[in-house]
């Protein structure tokens, strides 16, 4: 069974205590910004579901490092699970940015996916069509986010290489994630739109004397009076924490037809009298995000029943 991530840490009794933001999570240990600087931190008994994001409270220890006591309640959390694992993204979010690019191909049932995941946290979605330099493959990517631009999901082109400045006014103050599969160019944007993630890159670009770098951990850059999640490129976005009927809340073209359907219980797998059927046969909604839908559902249906207890 997993674990419910909302849960606070109980906090100890002893002071002196400082706050501080997780900015990067290593296994059991996290790095936490605080008014003293960055510290190195572990958490107290098996307490180890923290994201980028997370305000909590802590005791220095030793230089440089502390104990983490404390989680301020989230405003929100986003993550993803299968049935028997779950990997927190991130906490107290204003915004998510999907990210996409004319290449390599992007998966419309991912941003689904991210959509949705955002949608259920009643966080704030955007989607930047990114290498809008590479025009051959322009005019498809545009077509195939057409569907969500209908939804009335922003999208912004542009290309980070030289233009990510389009997106500085959309994140102004706002505590963002981005996310997105790999190479679509999550890191280049951080690098652009945050001056201590360019020096970081900078660094491992000496080091390491190559120009790529696939990202392996989410971390946080602050960004005047809010921040940006770098994070790892997704191949799967599993949503197995979210009940059916939530998954459908979760399409929000879907809302004003929930309720609508014959059967209370309706899969909206061509039963008879379902709303949803019928609003995609007449084209009120999309045949493609129904099947992004049943895809979804499918799959948490497989993690329930892989682990009951979840
Ligand atoms: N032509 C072009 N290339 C870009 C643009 N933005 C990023 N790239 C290139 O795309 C490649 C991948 O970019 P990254 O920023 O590392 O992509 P990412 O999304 O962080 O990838 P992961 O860390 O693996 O998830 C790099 O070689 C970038 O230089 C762009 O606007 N135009
Ligand atoms: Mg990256
Ligand atoms: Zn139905």
């Given at each position: 069974m997993a674990q419910n991530p909302r849960r606070p840490s109980a906090p100890a009794p002893h002071a002196p205590r400082l706050e501080g933001v997780v900015i990067a999570t290593f296994g059991r240990h996290f790095e936490v910004s605080?008014?003293?600087?960055?510290?190195?931190?572990?958490?107290?008994?098996?307490?180890?579901?923290?994201?980028?994001?997370?305000?909590?409270?802590?005791?220095?220890?030793?230089?440089?490092?502390?104990?983490?006591?404390?989680?301020?309640?989230?405003?929100?959390?986003?993550?993803r699970s299968d049935a028997f694992r779950q990997k927190l993204l991130a906490a107290n979010l204003d915004q998510i940015i999907v990210v996409v690019a004319t290449e390599p191909g992007f998966s419309t049932l991912l941003i689904s996916r991210c959509l949705a995941a955002a949608e259920s946290e009643g966080i704030d979605a955007l989607i930047v069509l990114n290498k809008a330099d590479l025009s051959a493959q322009l005019p498809p990517a545009r077509k195939r986010l057409h569907l969500f631009a209908t939804l009335g999901y922003p999208v912004l082109e542009l290309c980070a290489l030289d233009g990510a400045a389009a997106l500085a006014a959309q994140i102004e103050g706002k505590k963002c994630l981005l996310v997105g599969q790999s190479g679509m160019g999550k890191s280049t944007l951080t690098n652009a739109l945050t001056p201590e993630a360019c020096a970081a890159t900078a660094a491992i670009s000496i080091a390491l004397d190559s120009g790529k770098h696939t990202t392996t951990l989410a971390r946080l850059y602050p960004r005047g009076s809010g921040w940006l999640v770098d994070s790892p490129g997704l191949q799967a976005f599993g949503l197995a924490h979210l009940a059916p009927e939530h998954l459908a809340h979760a399409f929000i073209e879907f809302r004003p037809l929930l309720g609508q359907c014959r059967f209370r219980d309706c899969r909206h797998d061509n039963e008879p009298g379902c709303a949803l059927t019928a609003a995609s046969a007449s084209g009120v909604i999309s045949s493609q995000r129904l099947a992004h839908y049943h895809a979804i559902r499918n799959e948490i249906a497989a993690a329930r029943k892989a682990n009951p207890g979840r």
């Open positions: 605080t008014a003293s600087g960055i510290l190195r931190c572990v958490t107290r008994g098996k307490q180890n579901a923290y994201a980028c994001g997370d305000e909590i409270e802590l005791t220095p220890t030793t230089a440089g490092e502390g104990v983490i006591e404390a989680l301020h309640p989230r405003r929100n959390l986003l993550w």
